[in-house]
């Protein structure tokens, strides 16, 4: 092991925190400013703080790239499915007040389809945030 | 009562910002990274420090008022701070050793060490 | 304050040009970036300069006396209407940022690929090699 | 009293904005340029919880000085740190960024005063967001959030599909990709034959020992940043 202890114990205080902060933005968004993308991008940062202090080998058996790949795609996936259910419920295509029954309060559908595709956005931006960071850090060098 | 809430958070808004002036002018004439870094780290600690205890103190008075949600309020100040506690010197040692690694030699008084 | 109205679009519209000039005259491609990055960032302040109103607040509903804010200091007089700042160029600009960010990495990652290729990032240099091929 | 003070910091913001901005401009060194345009992204960012924009705030501090700085570091340290002297006369470029900037201070003549609250841009459907999205979509305070997910979920769903898309681009650019079909090394055009590997180049020209050392101190390595 490396002499850094004080940036590996801090990292590894730091993380939890970064990522439940992060969680926080997603499912506070409705309440105060924050969002899919904002939660997104500050989950990417806990593996990305991760990366930099542990480098770069650890950071991908913690989250291999290929994960982050899949999340990328993934969330793009949710953010559809909920437009297709909403579709087959009997609605237009990203209408959420259909996503329960027509006699249902409208408003509930809408509440969880804004839910469903917030998560779909925060699956994307990280699995996004994640790749391309995967993808500069990873690069090796040619001299020229 | 008020009135001195008021006066005291206001006092320590004002000595926030005195440090914060003091540091911002310590990373403009300091002469290298590290010594930069000392005072930087002072502005963290003692000028957001000091800020922090004056919004508390405001959500303090406020919440005398009966104004029971901003409960909330000064639960994520403290928390603000016990972070900021616990960042600012994180990333003043990463800097620190980043320069170190980096090459930079600390500063010195002209005739003073190195012979 | 000395005529206010406009200022803040000219503000901006000097920032948008400081960009733009980073990007025309300069021939090293991430300082490109940069300055594109700079001239994306005043454009996004242009549209929300636009949405701003002049004592307004953040369009985040709030009911009277939840969230301690204009409501509750005006508690005196009720049924105070609340004024918000418009909230559709917020929305445009969110997505615009994050598409931002998405088009710098992109770009980032040609100039990695030209810097691979020729060894440098400075247009004119690279000018230089191609006709000597 | 309290519009004024917005209205100073509102100033104080733009002019600290234009000096970082000039500052990119000036330095030769790219890690100083990259560094100052992360400053210049949270003073922005500052200027828009001034106006009233929370959430392009929080995602303009998140993203353009959080990731963006980062990828570009991260780019910094395969392309090295400076910026050569410029060749051409600034004059041309000077010229084209005056009459632009002059004819859209122009235009601003016809943009309604700042911030009335009577705007034209105001008037069509923003008022029916604030009024009726609690009505319509339920509790949710935050009308940013409404509008983003529900009234426009198609823009927000286009925008998903477009950063997945940039991720596609530059996995295809970066992610071991094949190597440019010539190099350019040591004064000469170097022809790569099929079947070479990264690694075989980085023995015969020399490079980074590999991806760890590239991250752990790439940025560090400038001579600490300082100049001036």
Redesign the interface.
């Known amino acids: 092991m490396d002499d850094r202890v004080i940036l590996r114990i801090g990292t590894k205080i730091l993380s939890p925190f970064i990522l439940i902060f992060a969680l926080y933005v997603q499912f506070h968004g409705d309440y105060g400013p924050g969002g899919g993308f904002q939660a997104g991008v500050i989950f990417a940062a806990a593996f990305v703080l991760y990366a930099l202090v542990f480098g770069l080998g650890n950071a991908i058996k913690v989250m291999p790239p290929k994960v982050a790949y899949i999340c990328g795609a993934m969330g793009v996936v949710i953010y559809l499915g909920v437009g297709y259910l909403s579709m087959f419920r009997g609605g237009e295509f990203l209408n959420y007040s259909y996503l329960f029954d027509p006699e249902h309060d409208p408003t509930h559908g809408q509440h969880y389809g804004i839910i469903g595709i917030e998560l779909g956005v925060l699956v994307t931006v990280f699995g996004v945030m994640v790749a391309l960071f995967y993808a500069f850090a990873g690069r090796r060098r040619i001299d020229t | 009562m008020d009135m001195a809430l008021d006066a005291l958070s206001w006092i320590s808004i004002v000595a926030g910002l005195f440090f914060m002036l003091v540091g911002t002018l310590g990373v403009l004439r300091l002469p290298d990274i590290y010594t930069r870094l000392h005072a930087a780290g002072m502005t963290d600690t003692m000028g957001a420090g000091f800020l922090i205890l004056g919004m508390v103190l405001q959500t303090v008075q406020g919440i005398l008022h009966g104004e029971s949600t901003w409960w909330f309020v000064l639960f994520r100040l403290v928390l603000i701070y016990v972070f900021l506690l616990f960042t600012s010197p994180i990333a003043s040692h990463a800097l620190a050793r980043a320069g170190l690694a980096g090459g930079v030699a600390p500063w010195t008084a002209p005739g003073d060490g190195d012979e | 304050m000395i005529s206010f109205t406009l200022f803040n679009y000219w503000a901006v519209i000097v920032l948008m040009m400081v960009g733009f000039y980073t990007l025309i005259s300069r021939d090293n491609l991430v300082k490109k970036l940069i300055g594109l990055n700079i001239f994306q960032t005043s454009v996004i302040m242009m549209y929300v300069s636009i949405g701003k109103i002049t004592g307004g607040t953040a369009p985040i509903l709030m009911e009277s006396g939840d969230h301690g804010g204009e409501v509750a200091v005006d508690a005196g007089h009720a049924a105070v209407e609340v004024l918000y700042s418009n909230p559709i160029p917020h929305v445009l600009m969110l997505t615009a940022i994050v598409v931002g960010v998405a088009t710098l990495a992109l770009g980032l990652s040609l100039v990695v690929r030209i810097n691979e290729a020729y060894g440098t990032i400075e247009e004119d240099e690279i000018a230089r090699k191609d006709n000597a091929r | 009293m309290t ?2 003070m917005v ?1 100073l910091v ?2 104080v913001l ?1 002019v600290l ?2 000096i970082t ?2 500052a ?2 000036r330095t030769r060194n ?1 890690f100083v ?2 560094m100052l ?1 992360g400053i ?2 949270l003073l ?1 960012a500052g ?2 919880v001034v ?10 501090a ?3 000085a ?3 700085t ?3 570091l ?7 740190y400076k ?2 002297a ?3 006369k ?1 004059i041309l ?2 010229f ?3 009459v ?2 002059g004819i ?2 122009y235009g ?2 016809e ?1 309604p ?5 009577d ?1 034209p ?2 008037k069509h ?2 008022a029916h ?2 009024h009726d ?18 009234y ?6 286009g ?9 596609v ?3 295809l ?3 071991r ?1 094949p ?2 079909k ?4 040591a004064g000469q ?1 170097h022809t790569v034959k099929a079947g070479t590997t ?2 075989d ?2 023995a015969k ?4 020992a ?3 050392e ?13 100049d001036g």
């Open positions: 519009e004024t209205q509102d100033v733009l904005l234009a901005g000039i990119v401009i790219l340029a990259v345009a210049y992204s922005s200027l828009f106006m009233d924009a929370v959430d392009v705030a929080f995602t303009e998140a993203v353009g959080g990731i963006s980062v990828l570009m991260g780019t910094l340290a395969l392309v090295g910026e050569s410029p060749t051409h600034p470029p000077l084209v960024v005056l632009t900037g859209l201070v601003t003549a943009i005063p700042f911030g009335g609250a705007n841009a105001h459907v923003a967001y604030i999205s609690e009505e319509e979509i339920g509790h949710i305070p935050n009308v940013v959030t409404s509008v983003l997910g529900s426009r979920g198609y823009d927000t769903m925008e998903t599909a477009v950063i997945f898309t940039a991720m681009g530059v996995l650019l970066l992610s990709g190597l440019p010539r190099i350019f090394h055009w990264r690694e180049m980085v020209f020399g490079g980074d590999g991806p760890d590239t991250v752990k101190d790439g940025p560090a390595r400038t001579e600490g940043g300082a």
